[in-house]
């Protein structure tokens, strides 16, 4: 393709962008989201087929991260990755961090028995007791070549950040649904909370932009790792990644060990100066006492525009504070003491 006609591709693509603009709207307002599969005629409460077990999920989120066509780039980034390996996580539905989430986060934050009892409702059977269902989570991390390029930048997101932020949540949205669709198939109840209409990130009272389901909480829930000063969860991957999660009715035994402490793999928690993702920030959304919301929503929304104008695609984003940092790619190691 010549310079000339790849520009014009480039200077119409925003218009016929309607993934990026659907994925937006779906976040903002959960709605446009497709159906929930359908649950299969030989629904089997009981469903005791063994080979859907940890290591069963935890392969086949492997496999498609693997080789996912939508795991990758668009022009001029085509056939790069967008993810990484995934670390994967299970939560048991009655594990009671879920009923902490309220306190923690607000009691808009959804147990994962609510949001099946609503799935199965739908599906006229009986919600299946929290203890028989679990919550299976999943890191993507965001491939090197994306992390360098965005620490170069100081402003704005890099271009192959945006098409991660746009184009990798449609992968994610793609692999859960056809893990919820293979399960729902099998006679299996399962749910993506992200794409029912109970979804809806909005303005709470007293805590602000929050979504009643929080990935992020989630993983860390399945000890996939915690949050540092800049809200990020610092996994054994670091904190540039997507996550997500999906609920499924099936008794999954936690693979990982979650620390107690919210915050133990941050730096500055343990009480060593670090703050180099506030020093990132262009909002100054964070400080020692931890991230403005916010200052950083709103600074992320500006960026719609400039995405929208430099790279012409429908989407926003930033993670400037998650790359050019100790924990960008890995849980930071404690600096040894000078004797
Ligand atoms: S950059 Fe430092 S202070 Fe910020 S989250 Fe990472 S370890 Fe914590
Ligand atoms: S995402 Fe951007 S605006 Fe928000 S805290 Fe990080 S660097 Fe600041």
Redesign the pocket.
Known sequence: MSRKSSNKYRRFSFLSDWRGIKNTLGEMRGIGHPQQPKLSKDYAPAHPDPSLDERWFIKTITDKVENHPENSMEFPFAGERIFDQPPVGFVAGDDPIFVKFKEIIGPHHYTPAEIMAWHAKKNGVTPPPAGEISVVSFVLPITEKTRQENAGETEWCSERWAQTRLRGEIFSQALVREMVAFLMGKGILAVSPDVTPMFRKKRYPKVGWASPWSHRHIAYAAGLGTF???NLL?TEKG?AHRVGSFIVHRKLNPNRQRPENIHAY????QGIE?????KRCPAGAININGHDKETCYGRVAKSLRHCNKNYHIFIYGCGLCSVN???EARI?VKPERRP
């Open positions: 540092g000063q800049n610092i904190c941050c730096l500055q928690d670090c703050l180099k993702c506030a940092v100790p924990c930071p």
